[in-house]
């Protein structure tokens, strides 16, 4: 634990993806195989796993909420195909394989994107296991989150801070936004989904914001340190791409602390659920993960 329910929760979506985007024989197979060869890489699905969660603390079954953990899944995915653009980070390899775009071309990865995105709120919003007044609150929930308040704005962001130097104040804002609103959007879509409270709102949301921080802080370290046989992708993407991050702000031992301190908050955020040992286990495996 955690580890023994993640893989609990990561079959769960893998059988759900399988479901929601099979191959197709049509004219036009090519961008479904482009987005499966892209949604089924792998990975551990912790966004999933975060709404799964939440959803079952505040009383939902988690296999009802399976079509919105798996749309989450679908935009994270499609986030990852669009920065490895060579029009954005320009990487060659993702969870240790070739990147979409080195396998079938810009114009097909866009697309692959842009389909993702697009069947992220179909599968969420043509489910019939919950009800449509929470459904359409976590999906407006994880719109507003994925888009321009959100994952959008913060990358737009990032760009913008390439090859300058940032505050404190505009580190954050960036990384609560570009790596934060997915999290978030997990977080919180869970407890909306499941109709709970106020109370619980806050803190999925109070939860999210650390973990997302410490995730991205922990990810700026693995940039500098990391195996890239472990990580599956390029290390010292950042420096090569003269990106501002918190370790070339801070250096990596005052980012470490960081963490230390962030997986602290979230864990005591999680206090606010009775049930709460697998989201404090969960902030201490990210704070430790190689990859």
């Given at each position: 634990m955690?580890e023994?329910?993640l ?10 993806l ?19 060869y892209s949604l ?11 709404l799964?969660?939440f ?5 939902g ?8 953990a798996?749309?989450?899944e ?14 954005m980070d320009?990487d060659d390899?993702?969870?240790?394989r ?12 866009v697309?692959?994107?842009d389909a993702?995105l ?5 599968t969420m ?20 989150c994925?888009?321009l ?14 090859g300058?130097s ?7 804002e ?5 790596t934060g ?7 919180v ?15 999925a ?14 990810d700026?370290i ?11 992708k390029?290390?010292?993407s ?28 979230a864990m005591?955020?999680?206090e ?10 969960l902030a201490e ?6 990859k």
């Amino acid at each position: 634990m955690p580890e023994e329910r993640l893989k609990q929760y990561s079959a769960l979506v893998e059988a759900g993806l399988e479901r929601y985007l099979p191959q197709e024989t049509c004219r036009h197979s090519r961008i479904f195989e482009a987005c499966r060869y892209s949604l089924l890489a792998g990975g551990k699905h912790i966004r999933a796993a975060l709404l799964l969660e939440f959803y079952r603390l505040c009383g939902g079954q988690p296999e009802d909420a399976l079509p919105f953990a798996c749309g989450l899944e679908m935009i994270h995915t499609y986030s990852l195909i669009h920065d490895d653009l060579p029009c954005m980070d320009d990487d060659d390899y993702r969870r240790g394989r070739l990147s979409n775009h080195k396998v079938y071309g810009d114009a097909t990865a866009v697309l692959a994107g842009d389909a993702l995105l697009n069947r992220a709120f179909e599968t969420m919003l043509s489910q019939r296991t919950v009800a449509a007044e929470p459904a359409m609150r976590a999906a407006a929930c994880i719109a507003r989150c994925s888009g321009l308040y959100g994952m959008i704005g913060g990358q737009v962001q990032d760009l913008a801070l390439e090859g300058k130097s940032a505050s404190d104040e505009e580190l954050r804002e960036m990384v609560s936004l570009k790596t934060g609103a997915l999290i978030r959007a997990a977080c919180v879509g869970g407890v909306l989904l499941a109709g709970g409270t106020a109370a619980q709102q806050q803190a999925a949301e109070a939860y999210a914001d650390a973990l997302g921080l410490a995730f991205q802080i922990r990810d700026d370290i693995l940039d500098v340190t990391g195996d890239r046989a472990v990580l599956g992708k390029a290390t010292g993407s950042d420096a090569a791409n003269d990106k501002t991050t918190f370790v070339s702000v801070y250096g990596l031992e005052a980012c470490r602390g960081l963490v230390r301190r962030l997986t602290l908050q979230a864990m005591t955020a999680a206090e606010a659920f009775s049930d709460r040992e697998f989201l404090q286990k969960l902030a201490e495996y990210l704070a430790r993960r190689e990859k």
